[in-house]
């Protein structure tokens, strides 16, 4: 159960932190905000592990953040573009 409430957690941080990076204003509500982070989340740590082989390291990974950082920034970029055709 904590690690549910944690990846919620972190998910929220990470969706928050990639609309932060996109400039220009989204229209989309704190509950896919969540969804959409905690997807990059789980999608930047599998890319992450996949080009590298390093695995857990003490700490804070700050590289596992930018990547999935950037990951959620490219969903949330997608999303908006793909709600956006619709509201016209």
Partial sequence: MGEIIGTIIFGAV?????????PGKQSMGWLITIVIGIIGALL????WGMISDQ??????DWIRWIISIAVA?????????M????VR
């Fill in 14 to 22: 990470i969706g928050v932190l990639a609309r932060l990076v996109i």
């Fill in 73 to 81: 920034a490219v969903l949330t970029l997608a999303y908006t573009s």
């Fill in 83 to 86: 709600t956006r055709s619709r």
């Fill in 55 to 60: 695995g857990d390291t003490e700490g804070i």
């Fill in 44 to 47: 930047g740590y599998w890319i």
